[in-house]
Protein backbone atom coordinates (compact mmCIF):
# COMPACT_ATOMS: atom_id res chain seq x y z
CA UNK A 1 0.00 0.00 0.00
CA UNK A 2 2.60 2.28 1.31
CA UNK A 3 3.98 1.89 -2.88
CA UNK A 4 0.85 2.72 -4.11
CA UNK A 5 0.73 5.81 -2.40
CA UNK A 6 4.17 6.87 -3.38
CA UNK A 7 3.71 5.67 -7.24
CA UNK A 8 0.08 7.74 -7.08
CA UNK A 9 2.37 10.90 -5.32
CA UNK A 10 5.00 10.33 -8.23
CA UNK A 11 2.41 10.46 -10.72
CA UNK A 12 0.55 13.75 -9.39
CA UNK A 13 4.44 15.68 -9.43
CA UNK A 14 4.81 14.81 -12.79
CA UNK A 15 1.59 16.39 -13.80
CA UNK A 16 1.63 18.95 -11.86
CA UNK A 17 4.96 20.06 -12.85
CA UNK A 18 3.88 19.46 -16.61
CA UNK A 19 1.10 22.29 -15.92
CA UNK A 20 3.73 24.68 -14.51
CA UNK A 21 5.48 24.81 -18.12
CA UNK A 22 3.27 26.09 -20.01
CA UNK A 23 4.16 29.46 -18.61
CA UNK A 24 4.48 31.91 -21.34
CA UNK A 25 7.11 32.75 -24.23
CA UNK A 26 8.63 35.61 -24.64
CA UNK A 27 10.56 36.00 -27.75
CA UNK A 28 13.07 38.98 -28.89
CA UNK A 29 12.57 39.67 -32.58
CA UNK A 30 14.62 41.72 -35.58
CA UNK A 31 13.00 44.69 -36.36
CA UNK A 32 12.25 43.38 -39.74
CA UNK A 33 9.87 40.70 -37.76
CA UNK A 34 8.58 42.85 -35.44
CA UNK A 35 7.38 44.80 -38.99
CA UNK A 36 5.46 41.96 -40.28
CA UNK A 37 4.30 41.67 -36.48
CA UNK A 38 2.35 44.31 -35.79
CA UNK A 39 0.21 43.89 -39.31
CA UNK A 40 -1.35 40.78 -37.53
CA UNK A 41 -5.04 41.94 -36.11
CA UNK A 42 -4.37 40.41 -32.87
CA UNK A 43 -1.17 41.95 -31.97
CA UNK A 44 -1.13 44.04 -29.13
CA UNK A 45 2.06 46.70 -29.90
CA UNK A 46 3.05 48.29 -26.74
CA UNK A 47 5.35 51.58 -26.43
CA UNK A 48 7.01 51.54 -22.97
CA UNK A 49 8.95 54.92 -23.48
CA UNK A 50 8.37 57.89 -21.44
CA UNK A 51 5.63 60.30 -23.41
CA UNK A 52 8.48 63.12 -23.73
CA UNK A 53 10.55 60.18 -25.87
CA UNK A 54 7.60 58.78 -27.43
CA UNK A 55 6.66 62.70 -29.03
CA UNK A 56 10.30 63.42 -29.64
CA UNK A 57 11.76 60.49 -31.07
CA UNK A 58 7.90 59.28 -32.62
CA UNK A 59 6.62 55.90 -32.51
CA UNK A 60 5.72 53.00 -34.48
CA UNK A 61 2.38 53.12 -36.11
CA UNK A 62 -0.70 51.89 -34.14
CA UNK A 63 1.31 51.71 -31.11
CA UNK A 64 -0.62 51.88 -27.37
CA UNK A 65 1.33 54.13 -25.01
CA UNK A 66 2.10 52.49 -21.86
CA UNK A 67 4.97 54.10 -19.59
CA UNK A 68 7.26 51.51 -18.18
CA UNK A 69 8.16 54.01 -15.31
CA UNK A 70 4.48 55.49 -14.36
CA UNK A 71 2.78 55.09 -11.70
CA UNK A 72 -0.23 53.32 -13.23
CA UNK A 73 2.38 50.90 -15.07
CA UNK A 74 0.98 47.60 -13.34
CA UNK A 75 -2.65 48.96 -13.75
CA UNK A 76 -2.28 49.63 -17.58
CA UNK A 77 -0.56 46.60 -18.42
CA UNK A 78 -3.32 44.95 -16.46
CA UNK A 79 -5.92 46.21 -19.32
CA UNK A 80 -4.38 44.32 -22.22
CA UNK A 81 -5.74 41.22 -23.46
CA UNK A 82 -3.59 37.89 -21.47
CA UNK A 83 -4.85 35.70 -24.38
CA UNK A 84 -3.18 38.13 -27.37
CA UNK A 85 0.11 38.26 -27.97
CA UNK A 86 2.18 41.41 -27.17
CA UNK A 87 4.82 43.34 -28.99
CA UNK A 88 6.78 45.49 -26.88
CA UNK A 89 9.59 47.80 -27.46
CA UNK A 90 11.70 50.83 -25.45
CA UNK A 91 14.45 52.97 -26.43
CA UNK A 92 17.10 50.43 -26.74
CA UNK A 93 15.43 46.96 -25.19
CA UNK A 94 16.02 46.99 -21.31
CA UNK A 95 12.72 48.51 -20.21
CA UNK A 96 10.99 46.03 -22.69
CA UNK A 97 13.22 42.76 -21.46
CA UNK A 98 11.86 43.89 -18.07
CA UNK A 99 8.24 44.24 -18.99
CA UNK A 100 7.80 41.23 -20.81
CA UNK A 101 9.21 39.54 -17.48
CA UNK A 102 6.48 41.18 -15.82
CA UNK A 103 3.65 39.78 -18.10
CA UNK A 104 5.06 36.15 -18.25
CA UNK A 105 4.51 36.66 -13.92
CA UNK A 106 1.25 38.18 -15.13
CA UNK A 107 0.25 35.24 -17.19
CA UNK A 108 0.44 36.55 -20.65
CA UNK A 109 0.74 33.94 -23.17
CA UNK A 110 2.92 35.15 -25.81
CA UNK A 111 5.51 38.11 -25.71
CA UNK A 112 7.30 39.60 -28.47
CA UNK A 113 10.56 42.14 -27.84
CA UNK A 114 12.06 44.05 -30.10
CA UNK A 115 15.67 43.66 -30.16
CA UNK A 116 17.35 47.06 -30.12
CA UNK A 117 14.02 48.96 -29.46
CA UNK A 118 13.54 52.40 -31.33
CA UNK A 119 17.13 52.77 -31.64
CA UNK A 120 17.51 49.62 -34.31
CA UNK A 121 13.91 50.12 -35.58
CA UNK A 122 15.40 53.82 -36.67
CA UNK A 123 18.66 52.14 -37.87
CA UNK A 124 16.99 49.94 -40.53
CA UNK A 125 15.07 52.38 -41.46
CA UNK A 126 11.63 51.49 -40.85
CA UNK A 127 9.47 54.76 -40.36
CA UNK A 128 8.12 56.17 -37.30
CA UNK A 129 5.35 58.58 -37.04
CA UNK A 130 5.69 62.19 -35.23
CA UNK A 131 3.34 64.16 -34.28
Known amino acids: MKKI???FC???LVFTSCNHQNK?????????EMQ????LDDVQLV???SEKDRLLQGYIA????IDFNSDTFESDIANLDKTKPV???CNSGKRSAECAE???EAGFVKIFDLKGGVSEWKHQGKELVID
Open 87 to 89: ALY
Open 24 to 32: GVIEAVTAE
Open 102 to 104: KLI
Open 10 to 12: LIL
Open 62 to 65: NSQH
Open 5 to 7: SIL
Open 47 to 49: DLR
Open 36 to 39: SLIH
